[in-house]
């Protein structure tokens, strides 16, 4: 339902409400459903599923309608609501009793308007929350965020490279978290993670960082704590938080991660790809030098042996700068006080990371391509060079995409991982 999930918030996004509603009505008049099988070509797809034409089932897509309207207009009235959706008054009311019953929405304040009438707006309940999860290699983030993806609480533990040992730490830490919102409802865990996992059983299948491998993490954290849990790609979820909460609506642009490793989540189309295999995107283990240095996974000269954070480390290390345990961020620092060194190597890391992204820029075409990572806290001196090496040599014809870094001060991944929760119930089944 993954893919589904991008293209119904593009849905609701990129088409005039009105529009939508029409060719809904259309087909509910017709009595017959409308699949073309391209989820891509139309914005309007219901997939046959069982008795797809039955009330039961156009309710529900409307009550997804409005629970979304609701969460990017709110707060609205019920006059509002009717009108963007174009369903009628007595049809909206009915949905917004059931949403506020189910406590997804939540009444008040009261508006005024002239001539005397006071509608009353609504809004998400607040009091519905989810744990996020952002699990880095060497520190897991556990946050509670509100269904706006404002986060209330958040503590952060090591990661240990001990399989075992991670998720025991991981659930006895989700459950303090979920203890401190025990009068809330929480409404299931999402978790971003630096590597792929086999979306059928859970299991982690490919995370050269993390150094766990073949590891089922869904199971034992839905077991000791009753939530559902989802799993998420860490770029991939870059791209739901860039889709749900900062509304991109470009069909087509690419989110890259860039930290220890560096991955790349691909909105193609509006719909996001995952490949076969769900290994889409590996951009960062792409061979660049068959005699580069050895990689996590294997491999020699990939991508992210030039372009991570660790690569800009080994530079600055490589040029006979000293720092111990000197941490990225300790880099970026340095470079901001004056190191040359520091800005050498962060420069070199730039420039590789603008040949990388040609691959990118060849390969898919982008509109956009985001980056997320503490690379972008010096975006004024490192953006630029990345930008020139991506203008200079793309190929004859192709747009240069818009080259951008994220806005999320270290949040992305959790802010997708809340969307990865909340994604089933505003989606369109
Ligand atoms: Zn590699």
Same mark, same amino acid.
Request: overall charge positive.
């Given at each position: 339902?993954?893919?589904?999930?991008?293209?119904?918030l593009?849905y609701?996004?990129?088409?005039?409400p009105e529009?939508r509603?029409?060719?809904r009505?259309l087909l509910r008049?017709r009595g017959?459903s409308?699949?073309?099988g391209?989820?891509?070509?139309?914005?309007?797809?219901?997939r046959?599923?069982?008795?797809?034409?039955s009330?039961?089932?156009?309710?529900d897509?409307?009550?997804?309608?409005?629970l979304?309207?609701i969460?990017?207009?709110?707060?609205? #009235?019920? &006059?509002d609501?009717?009108?963007c959706?174009?369903?009628?008054r007595?049809?909206?009311?009915? *949905?917004?009793?059931?949403?506020?019953?189910?406590h997804w929405v939540?009444?008040? %304040?009261?508006?005024?308007l %002239?001539?005397?009438?006071?509608?009353?707006?609504?809004?998400l309940?607040?009091?519905?929350?989810i744990?996020?999860?952002d *699990?880095? %290699?060497?520190?897991?983030?556990v946050?509670?965020?509100?269904?706006?993806?404002? +986060?209330?609480?958040?503590?952060? =533990?090591p990661?240990?490279?001990?399989p075992?040992k &991670?998720?025991?730490e991981?659930?006895?830490s989700i459950?303090?978290?979920?203890?401190?919102?025990?009068t809330?409802?929480?409404?299931?865990?999402g =978790?971003s993670l630096p590597?792929?996992f086999?979306?059928? #059983?859970g299991?982690?299948?490919? &995370?050269?960082?993390?150094?766990?491998?073949?590891?089922?993490?869904?199971?034992?954290?839905a077991? &000791?704590t009753?939530?559902?849990?989802?799993?998420?790609?860490a770029?991939?979820a870059?791209?739901?938080?860039s889709?749900? +909460?900062d509304?991109?609506?470009d069909?087509? +642009?690419?989110v890259?991660?860039?930290s220890?490793?560096?991955?790349?989540?691909?909105?193609?189309n509006?719909?996001?790809v995952?490949?076969? #295999?769900?290994?889409?995107?590996e951009f960062?283990?792409?061979q660049?030098?068959p005699?580069?240095?050895?990689c996590?996974?294997?491999?020699?000269?990939?991508w992210?042996?030039?372009a991570?954070?660790?690569a800009?480390?080994r530079y600055?290390f490589?040029?006979?700068?000293?720092?111990?345990?000197?941490s990225?961020?300790d880099l970026?620092?340095r470079?901001?006080?004056?190191?040359?060194?520091a800005?050498?190597?962060l420069?070199t890391m730039a420039?590789?990371?603008?040949r990388?992204?040609?691959?990118?820029?060849?390969?898919?075409a %982008?509109?956009?391509i985001?980056?997320v990572g503490?690379?972008?806290?010096?975006?004024?001196l490192?953006?630029?060079?990345?930008?020139?090496?991506?203008?200079?040599?793309v190929?004859?014809?192709t747009a240069?995409?818009f080259?951008q870094?994220? #806005?999320?001060n270290?949040?992305?991944?959790?802010?997708?991982?809340?969307?990865l929760?909340l994604?089933k119930h505003?989606?369109?089944p």
């Amino acid at each position: 339902m993954y893919g589904e999930f991008v293209q119904g918030l593009n849905y609701i996004h990129m088409q005039p409400p009105e529009s939508r509603i029409g060719q809904r009505d259309l087909l509910r008049a017709r009595g017959g459903s409308r699949d073309n099988g391209t989820l891509n070509s139309s914005p309007l797809v219901i997939r046959p599923k069982g008795a797809i034409t039955s009330s039961e089932v156009v309710r529900d897509v409307n009550k997804r309608i409005v629970l979304n309207l609701i969460r990017t207009r709110q707060p609205i #009235s019920r &006059a509002d609501l009717a009108r963007c959706c174009g369903l009628q008054r007595s049809t909206i009311s009915l *949905i917004v009793e059931e949403l506020i019953e189910e406590h997804w929405v939540i009444e008040g %304040p009261t508006g005024r308007l %002239p001539r005397g009438r006071r509608p009353t707006f609504l809004r998400l309940n607040s009091d519905r929350v989810i744990i996020g999860v952002d *699990i880095r %290699p060497t520190q897991t983030t556990v946050a509670l965020a509100d269904v706006n993806g404002n +986060f209330t609480s958040q503590e952060v =533990i090591p990661t240990s490279p001990n399989p075992g040992k &991670a998720v025991e730490e991981l659930i006895q830490s989700i459950q303090r978290i979920a203890h401190a919102a025990r009068t809330r409802k929480v409404e299931g865990i999402g =978790i971003s993670l630096p590597g792929r996992f086999d979306k059928t #059983s859970g299991r982690l299948v490919f &995370a050269p960082n993390l150094r766990w491998c073949d590891l089922d993490l869904r199971s034992p954290i839905a077991a &000791a704590t009753g939530l559902d849990v989802e799993l998420e790609n860490a770029a991939n979820a870059c791209v739901l938080a860039s889709v749900w +909460f900062d509304h991109v609506q470009d069909r087509d +642009f690419v989110v890259v991660t860039v930290s220890e490793g560096i991955g790349a989540g691909i909105l193609a189309n509006g719909r996001l790809v995952q490949g076969a #295999s769900f290994m889409a995107g590996e951009f960062g283990h792409v061979q660049l030098d068959p005699a580069g240095p050895v990689c996590g996974c294997g491999n020699r000269g990939c991508w992210e042996m030039y372009a991570s954070n660790q690569a800009a480390l080994r530079y600055y290390f490589e040029s006979g700068s000293r720092g111990g345990d000197l941490s990225f961020s300790d880099l970026l620092s340095r470079a901001e006080h004056g190191d040359s060194r520091a800005v050498e190597a962060l420069k070199t890391m730039a420039h590789y990371l603008g040949r990388g992204m040609r691959m990118i820029v060849t390969t898919l075409a %982008p509109q956009r391509i985001v980056v997320v990572g503490d690379i972008t806290r010096a975006w004024h001196l490192f953006g630029p060079i990345i930008e020139t090496e991506i203008r200079d040599r793309v190929l004859a014809g192709t747009a240069i995409p818009f080259i951008q870094p994220a #806005s999320e001060n270290g949040m992305a991944r959790l802010r997708g991982t809340v969307a990865l929760v909340l994604q089933k119930h505003f989606s369109e089944p």
